[in-house]
């Protein structure tokens, strides 16, 4: 079935340097992504989004690019900071309201 | 205001209990859904409601039942849950764009324990 998967489940990092998250898609016909950020105890917090029509596009310290070709998708963080210490989803959607969350990415900033 | 709201925060209930999830939303979104996520895992979709209709029950067993009273509201009522249905309930509306999807906007969720 189609699934979002990514390719690291942690990623620990020193603060200051920039962090990279990957996301593999395999639906071909998702049109929308998500990167959603989850810290503990809460509920997931929307970071950035892109359509299909773009290959990337930037926010506050983050980034975000799509590779339609490899269905591939990536979360660039700036200058991570401990702040930044949280679960990383991917999320793709399907046939309209239906968004499907991968895996999830847990990102560990050591000050 | 981009807040979603969930109440109660924490909730305990034996498997005979009946019991309801609260959700509210004042951004004017015409999309909310409940989505259950499990430790270590990500939010599954369960319930979407569009402009207060039921449009997208994901096979999810009986003793869940969504509500929608108004555009602002969404409940889940809770019925002879297992164990198993332990998890954290979280409740998202989004700006239903025609043949579009916007942005979810997710509550801090409901960590439900069966006993």
């Known amino acids: 079935g189609e699934s979002v998967g990514l390719h690291l489940p942690t990623l620990s990092v020193q603060e200051g340097d920039n962090s990279i998250i990957n996301c593999a898609y395999s639906n071909s016909a998702s049109d929308y992504f998500i990167w959603y950020k989850q810290e503990s105890g809460k509920g997931p917090q929307f970071i950035i989004d892109i359509r299909s029509n773009m290959d990337k596009r930037q926010g506050q310290r983050v980034t975000v690019l799509l590779n339609k070709t490899v269905k591939h998708l990536s979360l660039q963080i700036a200058a991570t900071q401990p702040g930044d210490s949280a679960v990383y989803f991917c999320?793709?959607?399907?046939?309209?309201?239906?968004?499907?969350f991968g895996a999830g990415t847990r990102l560990f900033v050591k000050a | 205001d981009t807040e979603v709201t969930q109440t109660p925060k924490h909730l305990v209930m034996g498997m005979t209990n009946k019991k309801s999830l609260k959700c509210e939303q004042h951004m004017g979104h015409r999309a909310m859904y409940w989505y259950k996520q499990k430790a270590k895992k990500p939010p599954e979709l369960m319930f979407v409601y569009s402009y207060e209709k039921l449009s997208i029950n994901e096979s999810v067993p009986s003793r869940f039942s969504p509500e929608c009273p108004n555009s602002s509201l969404l409940n889940l009522h809770l019925h002879a849950l297992q164990p198993e249905d332990s998890a954290l309930y979280l409740c998202a509306s989004s700006q239903e764009t025609s043949g579009f999807t916007d942005t979810q906007y997710f509550g801090p969720g409901t960590r439900l324990t069966v006993l």
């Open positions: 999320a793709e959607n399907q046939r309209g309201f239906k968004t499907i």
